[in-house]
């Protein structure tokens, strides 16, 4: 659970930097991502924290999420500022659901507090970047319902490859 959350966090703060690279300081929405990216970069560090005190392993696709992350920002930059924020609203989608269900196993069990308690507050945070890139037109992005659906199914298969490398 934690090597697939540290990835998927590492996952966002790459998406993040490839959006920025393209998109600079300027463009629409470049504040809102750059705060995203930094709340980010701080579930990373939290995570990378907890592996390091808990002896886990990071998962070894890594050197893949790196590239592949920052590609999925930067393409989805060159398509737009909406295109960038649907990029946001569909992996926020499937992130929402992918701590969902593990905070319903960890209350369920209530042997993890530490964990419980990370995962609670970072699934807030994604459902308040989902909602943000709504607010900030992602769903205006070109071919919103094909580039959001491919999106969420690339998430939720690097979600299932994080938990088994």
Do not use: N
């Not at 042997?111 to 989902?130: A, I, S, W, Y």
């Amino acid at each position: 659970m934690i090597r697939v959350d540290q990835a998927g966090e590492y996952g966002a703060t790459r998406i993040y930097a490839g959006q920025l690279a393209v998109m600079g300081d300027r463009a629409p929405h470049s504040a809102e991502i750059r705060a995203m990216a930094e709340q980010e970069a701080g579930h990373r560090a939290e995570f990378d924290a907890l592996m390091a005190r808990r002896g886990v392993r990071p998962t070894a696709l890594q050197p893949v999420w790196d590239v592949a992350g920052y590609a999925l920002g930067a393409a989805t930059a060159l398509l737009g500022p909406e295109a960038a924020m649907a990029c946001t609203a569909a992996i926020e989608t499937e992130i929402d659901r992918h701590y969902t269900r593990q905070l319903d196993g960890l209350e369920q069990a209530g042997d993890d507090p530490e964990l419980t308690d990370m995962v609670r507050r970072f699934r807030d945070d994604e459902r308040e970047h989902h909602d943000a890139a709504i607010a900030a037109g992602a769903e205006k992005a070109p071919a919103y319902p094909l580039l959001s659906a491919a999106i969420r199914f690339g998430c939720r298969t690097a979600i299932r490859l994080s938990e088994k490398i």
